[in-house]
Structure formats: C-alpha cells, structure tokens
C-alpha cells in the first residue's frame, strides 16, 4: 500500500510542478500584456505533464522485448 502512496504522491508533485511552473511563465506574460495569459499556460503544462506521465507510466507494460521484436520483424517483413 504504501508503494502506492508514494506513486501516487509523485504523479501528484509532478502535475503541480508542471502547473507552477506555467503559472509563473502566465503570470509574466499577463504583466507584461501578451494574449497567452496564465491559464492558457497553466492548461497547456498541465496537459503536457499528464501526456508525459501517461507515457512514462502507461506504456511501461505493454512495452517488452517480445513486442520490440514482434515490430522489428513485421517492419523486415514489409521492406526486405
């Protein structure tokens, strides 16, 4: 259980980081008075962390040798 929490709490980190760090690159923009404000940024860093999160974590099962394999010969099969 606790190997969950402390997956869980490092998914959570990253989001936050990602919407911090967007919140400050918005926040800079809407002083100075450009068009792509803080939410704009917060939304597009959030979406970026949760794809990379995704990828990081959601492929890591499906990805094993055999399926490398698998590809590296259907790709041989169609060009050689």
Do not use: K, P
Not at 5 to 26: E, M
Not at 34 to 61: D, E, K, N, P, W
């Amino acid at each position: 259980m606790s190997t969950e929490i402390s997956f869980q709490f490092d998914i959570l980190v990253r989001l936050v980081a990602a919407a911090l760090v967007g919140a400050g690159l918005g926040l800079e923009r809407e002083l100075h008075g450009h068009q792509a404000g803080m939410r704009t940024h917060v939304l597009v860093a959030l979406g970026s962390a949760i794809f990379t999160v995704f990828s990081i974590y959601g492929f890591s099962a499906t990805w094993s040798s055999t399926s490398r394999s698998w590809a590296r010969s259907r790709a041989c099969r169609r060009s050689c």
